[in-house]
């Protein structure tokens, strides 16, 4: 018993600092993790001034945007019913119209050349009419309102259009065609000793670039490459 007694003083001691080392050696590793998070906070701090940086990169270029030198000019867009209809051997008449089932048209212009002349251009599949008012005491008066143009189709004058009302015939014709939306063919008709009336409808990209400019571009039903047909407005000032 006393050997024993005296073993246990003896190695007491000994297993006493093992015991705190280990602690120690815990608490140790404890410090290290907190170091470890401490050593994150700097890589927040960074992703965090790359967001402002970011913040202020896209704020920069939202002020240059909207700084108004640097605002491009756009155009007016809007789509419209456009219908070219005549008798073979009379004049074309060229009218734009918002609402189908309206028989008043917004425009109506009858040009110069016979139907089956611009019929015979729009066999190439590209026309492009542009009509001209060069005349000063029409400078103030709205696009629509101009009585006579000059006109040219594919870089050829041709003629004159006229804006004109629209008669009880024209009124007639059109509302014959309410119910089509897109389309062209041949209308009898019974009135008149004219004959057949050609007719061609469908719908136009109509772009306002200013006061003395306008254009309208037909847009074909399929969306693919067919008849290209534009009518210009233009007004030399």
């Not at 251009?121 to 060069?134: F, H, P, S």
């Not at 629509?144 to 015939?169: E, L, Q, Y």
């Amino acid at each position: 018993m006393k050997k024993i007694e005296s073993l246990r003083r003896f190695l007491l001691p000994c297993i006493t600092p093992t015991t705190i080392s280990s602690t120690t050696t815990t608490i140790t590793t404890k410090k290290r993790l907190s170091t470890s998070l401490r050593d994150d906070i700097p890589e927040e701090q960074n992703h965090n001034r790359e967001e402002d940086e970011e913040e202020d990169s896209t704020t920069t270029e939202e002020s240059v945007n909207s700084y108004p030198f640097y605002v491009a000019p756009r155009s007016s867009k809007s789509m419209v019913i456009g219908t070219l209809f005549g008798h073979r051997k009379g004049h074309v008449c060229f009218c734009i119209q918002h609402d189908r089932l309206n028989c008043k048209p917004s425009l109506f212009l009858e040009f110069s050349i016979p139907t089956y002349l611009l019929v015979k251009e729009m066999q190439c599949g590209l026309v492009r009419i542009a009509l001209e008012c060069t005349r000063t005491d029409l400078s103030y008066c709205p696009l629509h309102s101009i009585p006579i143009w000059g006109m040219c189709i594919n870089g050829r004058k041709v003629g004159f259009a006229s804006r004109r009302k629209t008669s009880d015939k024209d009124r007639l014709v059109l509302k014959t065609m309410q119910s089509t939306t897109v389309g062209a063919g041949v209308i009898p008709m019974v009135c008149g000793e004219e004959g057949e009336l050609i007719y061609m409808r469908a719908n136009y990209e109509r772009v306002i670039g200013n006061a003395n400019s306008e254009s309208f571009y037909l847009i074909n039903p399929d969306g693919g490459m067919g008849q290209e047909f534009s009518v210009f407005l233009m007004r030399s000032t």
